[in-house]
């Protein structure tokens, strides 16, 4: 896998710039590529590791929620107050988001969310698409890294169609308010939207009978709350990186030193709002998503030169949209690394195993024999980046085949 990577990092055009988002090449001879029906500015390509031919572009979503949270606070006019404002927000026994809160307040709007589907470049037509909605950090490319650490081209070779797109603030979708719009509820309409759009075939002339959620993080959040608000948007789910241990989670902001991300990486997020930030430093991104030795130096440069945005808003609304899923009753899976630190604080056994409270606490109407867990040995928050990604992606491959899907 490293001689994969080392070859994938100098066709992307080199780390630390903004081309690794630049996918490209050539469909080769005798493949059918998919329609570029309801992407603007569409391209077409192969995933990292040629097994998916996908259309990238731009896709207008509508979408509205009466439950984005309204709150008492000025952004940050500097480095300085951002700092502050995540010391008082990690504090024990902090009134922080106490004083803040202020009820909740409407918004709606036609969202452009940049966007890439992909299906098998074996000409096969899928049956079930996977709904791929990456965290905080990253952008949607999470899913399809590199040639070794791509779950697009492992859903393809298992014969799946891969849905996988850029959150609102996030890569080439729409940049608005990251205080007041750029929030979870909001984000949890975006997703249930899309999931509308593939049952009915907008894309790519594309009709499909299963729409599976796969998300991971902050994108778990979001796809468990589309189970929870529309049980039958989704034929199954699968939580990455995902618990209801919200303990470390003040850790996890603390160790990614949040930084405005238009001072931090400027020649990328020049006229951002300050409500934007990205992790600031290579150190902080390991310790939020990586656990040696199983993962390559390489990757980690990589997705430190390519970190995605995340807005305030967000980190205000994480705890708002999860809720028991009292009438969701198709298959779920939570799988997480081992070693996952925002949801297990490193230890996904101890005291005992973290996975399994989510099947009783969110999903108590779906049977015992439609639910899975699995811990990824050796594995940090950020699954699809270390050397062992091909083994959650063979547990969920397995899940799904042994629920018909």
């Known amino acids: 896998m490293k001689t994969d990577l080392a070859n994938a990092m100098l066709a992307l055009s080199g780390a630390g710039t903004a081309q690794y988002m630049q996918v490209g090449g050539a469909i080769p001879m005798g493949v059918q590529a998919p329609s570029t029906t309801g992407f603007n500015n569409a391209t077409l390509h192969p995933s990292r590791g040629g097994a998916a031919i996908c259309v990238s572009g731009m896709i207008p979503v509508q979408a ?25 927000f990690v504090t024990a026994g902090s009134p922080f988001m106490q004083q803040i809160m202020n009820g909740t307040q409407n918004v709606s709007g036609t969202y452009n969310i940049g966007a890439t589907y992909c299906l098998p470049s074996n000409n096969t037509k899928p ?4 709904l791929l909605t990456h965290g905080v950090g990253f952008d949607r490319y999470y899913w399809d890294f590199a ?10 070779q298992a014969g799946y169609g891969a849905f996988f797109y850029d959150r609102l603030g996030v890569g080439k979708s729409d940049k608005p308010d990251g205080l007041n719009v750029v929030q979870a509820a909001l984000e949890v309409e975006i997703a249930h939207s899309l999931a509308s759009m ?10 499909f009978s299963k729409v599976i959620g796969v998300g991971h993080s902050f994108g778990s959040i979001i796809s468990q ?32 030193n949040l930084a405005i991300a238009s001072q931090d990486q400027p020649y990328r997020f020049s006229g951002f709002n300050n409500s934007y930030m990205v992790t600031a430093e290579t150190i902080g991104n390991q310790i939020q998503f990586f656990r040696a030795p199983n993962f390559d130096p390489l990757v980690l440069a990589e997705a430190n030169a390519n970190k995605g945005t995340v807005t305030i ?21 939570v799988v997480n690394g081992a070693n996952d630190l925002p949801f297990c604080f490193g ?14 606490a969110l999903y108590a109407n779906v049977p015992m024999n439609m639910t899975g867990t699995f811990m990824v040995p050796g594995t940090g928050h950020g699954i699809n980046l270390h050397y062992s990604a091909q083994t959650a ?7 799904l085949k042994g629920h018909g899907l």
């Open 64 to 88: 509205s929620t009466s439950m984005n949270l309204r709150f008492n606070y000025q952004v940050p006019m500097n480095q300085s107050q951002l700092t502050e404002t995540f010391v008082e």
């Open 127 to 130: 049956s079930s698409v996977q």
């Open 147 to 156: 040639p070794g650490y791509s779950y697009v081209d492992a859903a393809a």
């Open 198 to 207: 593939l049952r009915e075939g907008m894309f790519a002339q594309t009709n």
């Open 225 to 256: 709350a589309v189970t929870a608000n529309y049980p039958s948007a989704l034929d199954a789910a699968i939580l990455t990186g995902f618990s209801i241990n919200e303990t470390a989670v003040p850790t996890f902001i603390s160790a990614g």
């Open 313 to 333: 808003g967000e980190f205000f609304s994480l705890g708002a949209v999860t809720k028991p899923a009292m009438n969701y009753t198709s298959p779920i899976a």
């Open 347 to 360: 230890n996904c056994s101890y005291p005992t195993n973290q996975l399994t409270p989510v099947l009783a």
């Open 393 to 399: 992606y063979n547990y969920i491959t397995t899940f």
